[in-house]
């Protein structure tokens, strides 16, 4: 039995095409998957994120734990409402989960985590809790009666639309710099999102969801789903957990070595097995100048070893195919390299891994 969120009958209702993702039934499109891109390139798109999961973290220690916690430092947190995007790490260094934490008050902050992930990341954080004996109550905001749905209004004209729609959220929202939150209402809104455009994350009472969609929409807000969000997310090089990183692969080697503090006397979970490793891999992008779609798990042949696409598409911006990917360290942005393509080795041009943003090509 698939899992659904608070949206799935608004969905429906909007023809979606459904699909399984991860054992949710979700939308992957509403029509035409390009046409759900360039509305948030160019307009304003909303996507269904309440199957991500909230979790609130109470308790006299709550910095403490979580500066144990995650790679990246928690010290960075000062002003209520900020936000800080960090990897969960196990003993060996691969990534448990990416998130995003939130800091309310001294005794209360927010973490928003993967879907898939949920489950095992509230055994860890649990366990973790536990084991150091602080004071700390977690609880996730995703399932039962304090369930929080999640509504994801993308693009140059989210803000507008947001405010047309909850007026009463401008003036705490007008002036929010990119990943802070502002609570208004029973209204928790944050600069952040998925796609390389501004917005924002709209997290709300899982019972006003649906209306809240219905009214996006009516305000001319377009239905977006699965197809659009992955590929969105490409273009802004943004790591997708499961492909672009795992337990397996260090934050380092997943272009996450500007999440990971090591510069200070804190100790984390993971810590001395990244001192240890060090980077072994870095993280780049390619765009393929033959004929073709780049994939993951496609061989890159370099004049330093082989790597692997981790995350690979069309880019409805750049109009190429690109790709995110494992190389070499002696790889250089510029280089040309071949990419293994059913047998046929193609020619694809390395670059910096962020392919589009603010609307418009930046490769």
Same mark, same amino acid.
């Given at each position: 039995?698939?899992?659904?969120?608070?949206?799935?009958? #608004?969905?429906?209702?909007?023809?979606?095409?459904?699909?399984?993702?991860?054992?949710?039934?979700?939308?992957?499109?509403?029509?035409?998957?390009?046409?759900?891109? $360039?509305?948030?390139?160019?307009?304003?798109?909303?996507?269904?994120?309440?199957?991500?999961?909230?979790?609130?973290?109470?308790? &006299?220690?709550?910095? &403490?734990?979580?500066?144990?916690?995650? #790679?990246?430092?928690?010290?960075?947190?000062?002003?209520?409402?900020?936000?800080?995007? #960090?990897?969960?790490?196990?003993?060996?260094?691969?990534?448990?989960?990416?998130?995003?934490?939130?800091?309310?008050?001294?005794?209360?902050?927010?973490?928003?985590? $993967?879907?898939?992930?949920? !489950?095992?990341?509230?055994?860890?954080?649990?366990?973790?809790?536990?084991?150091?004996?602080?004071?700390?109550?977690?609880?996730?905001?995703?399932?039962?009666?304090?369930?929080?749905?999640?509504?994801?209004?993308?693009?140059?004209? @989210?803000?507008?639309?947001?405010?047309?729609?909850?007026?009463?959220?401008?003036?705490?929202?007008?002036?929010?710099?990119?990943?802070?939150?502002?609570?208004?209402?029973?209204?928790?809104? &944050?600069?952040?999102?998925?796609?390389?455009?501004?917005?924002?994350?709209?997290?709300?009472?899982?019972?006003?969801?649906?209306?809240?969609?219905?009214?996006? $929409?009516?305000?001319?807000?377009?239905?977006?789903?699965?197809?659009?969000?992955?590929?969105?997310?490409?273009?802004?090089?943004? $790591?997708?957990?499961?492909?672009?990183?795992?337990?397996?692969?260090?934050?380092?080697?997943?272009?996450? #070595?500007?999440?990971?503090?090591?510069?200070?006397?804190?100790?984390?979970?993971?810590?001395?097995?990244?001192?240890?490793?060090?980077?072994?891999?870095?993280?780049?992008?390619?765009?393929?100048?033959?004929?073709?779609?780049?994939?993951?798990?496609?061989?890159?042949?370099? @004049?330093?070893?082989?790597?692997?696409?981790?995350?690979?598409?069309?880019?409805?911006?750049?109009?190429?195919?690109?790709?995110?990917?494992?190389?070499?360290?002696?790889?250089?942005?510029?280089? !040309?390299?071949?990419?293994?393509?059913?047998?046929?080795?193609?020619? @694809?041009?390395?670059?910096?891994?962020?392919?589009?943003?603010?609307?418009?090509?930046?490769?």
């Amino acid at each position: 039995m698939l899992k659904k969120t608070v949206l799935n009958a #608004a969905h429906r209702a909007m023809n979606a095409r459904m699909v399984d993702f991860g054992g949710w039934d979700m939308p992957v499109n509403y029509g035409s998957q390009i046409e759900e891109h $360039n509305a948030v390139r160019n307009n304003c798109g909303m996507f269904d994120v309440s199957h991500m999961c909230p979790v609130d973290v109470v308790g &006299a220690d709550c910095r &403490a734990f979580l500066s144990r916690l995650v #790679a990246n430092d928690v010290a960075k947190l000062k002003v209520s409402g900020k936000a800080l995007y #960090a990897a969960m790490l196990n003993d060996a260094g691969g990534v448990i989960d990416d998130l995003i934490i939130y800091f309310l008050t001294e005794t209360r902050f927010r973490i928003v985590v $993967n879907a898939g992930t949920a !489950e095992k990341d509230l055994a860890w954080m649990q366990a973790k809790a536990a084991e150091w004996k602080l004071d700390v109550t977690i609880t996730q905001r995703r399932d039962g009666a304090n369930n929080l749905g999640i509504i994801a209004v993308q693009g140059p004209n @989210a803000r507008a639309k947001v405010w047309e729609v909850l007026p009463q959220a401008k003036a705490a929202t007008e002036g929010l710099k990119a990943f802070f939150a502002a609570e208004v209402d029973q209204y928790f809104i &944050a600069s952040t999102g998925y796609t390389g455009e501004d917005g924002y994350e709209i997290m709300l009472p899982a019972g006003e969801a649906e209306a809240m969609w219905n009214k996006l $929409n009516a305000a001319g807000v377009a239905p977006c789903g699965l197809g659009a969000r992955d590929t969105l997310r490409l273009e802004a090089g943004m $790591n997708l957990y499961g492909q672009d990183m795992d337990e397996t692969v260090s934050p380092l080697d997943a272009g996450l #070595a500007w999440t990971v503090s090591l510069n200070t006397d804190r100790d984390f979970v993971g810590k001395s097995a990244l001192t240890a490793a060090g980077q072994q891999k870095q993280f780049l992008g390619l765009i393929l100048l033959d004929k073709g779609v780049l994939r993951g798990h496609q061989k890159v042949m370099t @004049a330093h070893g082989n790597g692997e696409i981790t995350s690979g598409s069309f880019s409805p911006t750049l109009q190429q195919s690109i790709a995110l990917a494992r190389l070499p360290l002696g790889v250089q942005v510029g280089d !040309e390299v071949e990419v293994d393509i059913r047998g046929k080795a193609l020619k @694809a041009k390395v670059t910096k891994p962020v392919f589009a943003r603010n609307g418009k090509a930046v490769q």
